[in-house]
């Protein structure tokens, strides 16, 4: 296991939020259109949506899914706490010449007056810790919550704890010199926090990012469900319909909003 988070220095002593300008997030190689299309693919089936159904995008980071959504004649709002994130997200739904609408808000601070059809809520999203905080936004599942019909639909994806604490590598570097990125991982039992650090070195400089976020398990992500009015429908191991076990990495939560 990896040091405890408190123990994470940057060399340079400075820090930007992982999803602020430059951030490395953008860059992800994992983040493909392909991927998002096969994700997509998964959650327009589980989600039983009609065809033109308005979905709520919790987290949308760049865009991806909301943009696919709308390649496929859905109506998209995505929000994001982060700038950076929602003027990315509209720069590439101009480019993919798709109508979407981005707007810069907590997900557990929204209140929109027209309920969703469905919402989606991805890519560790769930458990986030903004700067100089260490409150995780849970409470964005009660806004989802509000935000949905009567019955609609809502999909959830986290890694779950233990897979990913006993997956958490202390350190990795992705690239050689003069471009690479090294990476720092902790995890602190007391609170269930990861944090990640980001260090971005090239010719011209390094430049450090931070991600922090709360672990769930299972049980954990169950009882946040009922608390905030959702029931669960289904689970699953990521995007597969294979069942949700104690060793699977991802969890997939498609829920309900109760009546």
Do not use: W
């Amino acid at each position: 296991m990896g040091p405890c988070t408190h123990h994470l220095k940057p060399s340079n002593g400075r820090l930007k939020e992982f999803f602020s300008y430059g951030s490395p997030f953008l860059g992800h190689p994992l983040l493909t259109a392909e991927r998002a299309r096969r994700e997509i693919d998964f959650l327009v089936a589980s989600l039983a949506l009609d065809p033109a159904a308005r979905l709520l995008d919790v987290g949308c980071g760049f865009g991806r899914h909301s943009i696919e959504l709308a390649r496929r004649g859905y109506q998209a709002l995505g929000i994001d706490p982060s700038t950076a994130m929602i003027e990315a997200a509209r720069q590439q739904a101009a480019e993919a010449g798709v109508d979407v609408t981005f707007q810069q808000v907590a997900g557990e601070d929204f209140v929109d007056a027209e309920p969703f059809d469905a919402a989606i809520c991805l890519f560790t999203t769930l458990g986030q810790i903004s700067a100089g905080s260490h409150e995780d936004n849970r409470g964005l599942l009660s806004a989802v919550a509000r935000a949905l019909k009567p019955d609609a639909r809502f999909a959830l994806e986290l890694p779950q704890k233990q897979p990913a604490l006993a997956a958490l590598k202390p350190a990795d570097q992705f690239g050689k010199a003069p471009n690479y990125t090294q990476v720092q991982r902790g995890y602190e039992a007391e609170t269930d926090m990861v944090t990640e650090l980001f260090r971005l070195v090239s010719p011209t400089g390094a430049q450090t990012y931070s991600l922090r976020y709360r672990l769930f398990s299972r049980e954990d992500v169950t009882r946040l469900l009922r608390e905030a009015g959702l029931r669960i429908l289904n689970t699953y191991a990521g995007y597969t319909r294979a069942d949700l076990t104690d060793d699977s990495p991802l969890m997939l939560f498609v829920c309900a909003r109760c009546l």
